[in-house]
């Protein structure tokens, strides 16, 4: 009879380990290979460097620093199915509702069993020999998407933590970076930051990952897309390139009412204004579709549907104020949703 592996032994009894190898490997080289085709030169030296460090067990932190519809999740999912494609297994964190849009998500308290009252000096609840601390050691790569939303308490945390738990397995452990783990992070410090209850801006900035000692460990930070008018340039290339009839929509911008000088503001704010602002995770005034263009959701709308902020859609029909578009992200592929062109009162600024 042949000789039982036992490392098999081990893993059938470490669910979490289980879950993350009982991927179908066939269909994510598959889809690996159709995600690489679509990679854009910087995103692809990107992955490189990633994979490098990982294969060659270099362990590194790295920022990948981009807005909104920069493709950021794009690039997580193409690492995502290229390690777990060849049996390796990954860690994915996320923040809030942004995990729902990663495959096998989790939030990072979740995953990391993150205390909620944090300080400077908690460590994460990771007992040695258990499950997680395994699934820590066989991890690969650690991805942390919208990471400046957390408090760079929570980094640090988890940093305390790998060292501790993987020095056992390796003495050097001690001394690196998350335990000498390859860990990426992704966000824009212009979107949702932190929040510090009654925190000046002070207090905002000094508990931001980029205040943190590990920020001096990010071997890179790449930046996709770094201004507006590339992402205008880019999106208009593209959409040229779409047989069909362009059909435009127009924002409608007001301030908000407010208890103080609101006359004196509207006449300061005119809708013109308004119009030619231009800022990271709002859309611009002017909105151009064709029938078969990618988008993407700026806002939660419906978290049972899985349409949250950064889902990716495509439009199927442009009517005069609804437009069906469909999900082409999460297990909701494939479902058909309508919006509305009129404004919703809670998705005001």
């Known amino acids: 009879m042949p000789i039982l592996d036992d490392s098999v032994v081990v893993h059938r009894t470490n669910r979490l380990l289980l879950n993350e190898l009982s991927y179908d490997r066939a269909s994510l080289c598959t889809e690996h290979e159709q995600l690489m085709s679509k990679l854009t030169e910087e995103k692809i030296n990107i992955y490189h460097t990633i994979i490098n460090a990982v294969d060659l067990n270099l362990g590194g932190v790295f920022f990948l620093y981009g807005f909104g519809g920069s493709g950021k999740i794009f690039v997580w999912n193409t690492l995502s199915t290229g390690l777990r494609s060849k049996g390796n297994v990954l860690n994915v964190a996320s923040s809030g509702i942004a995990s729902l849009l990663l495959p096998g998500g989790r939030t990072a308290h979740s995953r990391f069993c993150i205390p909620i009252d944090i300080s400077e000096v908690s460590i994460c609840n990771i007992k040695q020999g258990s499950d997680l601390s395994e699934l820590l050691f066989e991890t690969k790569l650690i991805i942390w998407d919208e990471a400046p939303m957390a408090n760079k308490y929570c980094f640090e945390a988890l940093d305390r933590t790998m060292r501790d738990v993987l020095r056992f397995s390796n003495p050097l452990s001690k001394n690196l970076p998350f335990g000498g783990k390859v860990i990426v992070f992704g966000g824009d410090f212009r979107q949702i930051l932190l929040v510090i209850p009654k925190g000046s801006r002070q207090d905002i900035v000094n508990a931001a990952l980029n205040s943190s000692y590990l920020w001096s460990h990010c071997k890179e930070r790449a930046i996709l897309c770094p201004t507006l008018e590339d992402v205008d340039a880019i999106n208009n290339c593209m959409l040229s390139m779409l047989p069909g009839d362009e059909v435009s929509y127009l924002s409608s911008d007001s301030i908000y009412k407010s208890d103080m000088n609101v006359q004196s503001l509207e006449d300061i704010y005119t809708p013109k204004i308004l119009n030619s602002l231009r800022c990271s995770g709002v859309s611009n005034h002017v909105l151009k579709l064709k029938v078969g263009t990618p988008i993407m ?53």
């Open 297 to 349: 959701l700026l806002r939660n709308l419906d978290r049972s549907m899985s349409l949250c902020n950064s889902s990716r859609l495509i439009v199927t029909q442009l009517g005069k104020h609804v437009i069906e578009a469909k999900i082409i992200t999460s297990e909701k592929i494939g479902e058909k949703v309508f919006y509305s062109t009129y404004c919703h009162d809670s998705l005001k600024f």
